[in-house]
């Protein structure tokens, strides 16, 4: 996750901004992810161990964690995107992830293990002057 990102450039300039929202909006349809019932948190690779170790700090199914159609993360989902790439199927349009349901779950306790280890390397490599 911690790839470079022109997203705060992006933001900080609003004529960039309005510019810029309409093509990603299109692109993030495009991608179709959303019409098989996953969200962009669920297209995060897992084989780093920060992502791992967020998916084992993802709160129990009554928490905060989203009711998703299926997420291999989640136990007792059902596999439903699983079944629809199989099949070369969508999923209807009132079963498809809305642009609003699509939020980050995954995402935030990525950055904060990310920043949390940022910060114990920082204290490993400080030095005490007197």
């Known amino acids: 996750m911690s790839a470079p990102s022109i997203t705060n450039y992006i933001v900080k300039r609003p004529w ?3 510019w810029m929202t309409p093509l990603a909006q299109w ?4 991608a179709g992810y959303r019409r098989i019932g ?13 992502v791992q170790t967020a998916i084992k700090r993802l ?12 997420s291999p993360r989640i ?4 596999p439903t995107p699983f079944t629809c790439s199989i099949s070369h199927t969508l999923l ?13 779950y ?3 306790i990525i950055r904060e293990i990310e920043a949390a280890n ?13």
């Open 92 to 104: 209807p349009a009132e079963e498809q992830i809305k642009p609003h349901e699509d939020v980050e």
């Open 59 to 70: 709160p129990p199914q009554g928490g905060l964690r989203p009711c998703l159609p299926y």
């Open 106 to 108: 995954l995402s935030p």
């Open 75 to 78: 136990p007792g989902s059902s």
């Open 16 to 18: 960039l901004k309005r």
């Open 118 to 130: 940022k910060e114990r390397e920082d204290l490993d490599h400080l030095t005490v002057r007197k």
């Open 38 to 50: 996953l969200k962009a948190d669920d297209l995060i690779p897992e084989e780093s161990e920060v």
């Open 27 to 30: 692109y993030t349809d495009a």
